[in-house]
C-alpha cells in the first residue's frame, strides 16, 4: 500500500493528504484506513513502531500520524516523540484504551491528541477537529519541510 503513495507526485497520492496509521490490530488499522479514506486522505499503514518508522522514512512528508500506543515491539509514545524529533510540525494522535493520561509529556503538545479505544468514525473526527484539520476532501496538502 506505502508504494503508490510514495511513487505519486511529490509524495502524495493524488494532492492528498498522507496519514501513517501505526495500528498492531489488522482490523482497527483496516477501520482506520477506510475512514480517513472516505475523509479523503491517502493512507499507509504498519503494524509496529520499526515499520511505522520506516515507512515515515520513505514518505518524509506526511500530515498526520495515528500511532497505537500499544505497539508490540515499542511503545507508541516513544514512536511519536521520535516522529516529532524528525518531523515538528507533524500532526499526532495517539490511540489508546487508558485515558488521555496516557500521553504522557506529550499532553502539553497541541499537535497532538488522544483517541479513545474502543472508537467510531466520529471519535476520529473529533480527534481531527481538535488538531485543527478538516475532515472532507482536503483543498491541497500541506508543504513539508526536510526532515532533519
Excluded at 509524495?11 to 489488522?26: A, S, T, Y
Excluded at 500532526?91 to 484504551?97: D, L, Y
Excluded at 497541541?110 to 479513545?116: E, G, K, P, W
Aim: glycine share 10%; charged share 25%.
Amino acid at each position: 500500500r506505502i508504494r503508490p503513495v510514495i511513487d505519486a507526485k511529490d509524495g502524495f497520492g493524488g494532492g492528498q493528504h498522507v496519514v501513517l496509521i501505526v495500528e498492531d490490530e489488522p482490523l482497527v488499522r483496516s477501520y482506520l484506513t477506510e475512514t480517513l479514506e472516505t475523509f479523503g486522505f491517502a493512507t499507509v499503514g504498519a503494524a509496529s513502531a520499526r515499520e511505522g518508522l520506516a515507512a515515515a522514512e520513505r514518505l518524509k512528508c506526511m500530515e498526520l500520524a495515528i500511532v497505537d500506543i500499544g505497539l508490540p515491539d515499542r511503545n507508541g509514545l516513544e514512536l511519536a516523540a521520535d516522529l516529532r524529533l524528525r518531523w515538528p510540525d507533524l500532526k499526532i494522535v495517539i490511540a489508546s484504551g487508558y485515558g488521555e493520561q496516557a500521553l504522557g509529556r506529550l499532553h502539553s503538545d497541541s499537535r497532538v491528541t488522544h483517541l479513545a479505544k474502543p472508537f467510531d468514525a466520529d471519535g476520529i473526527q473529533r480527534a481531527l477537529v481538535r488538531l485543527g484539520m478538516r475532515t472532507s476532501i482536503p483543498d491541497s496538502p500541506t508543504s513539508c519541510g526536510s526532515a532533519s
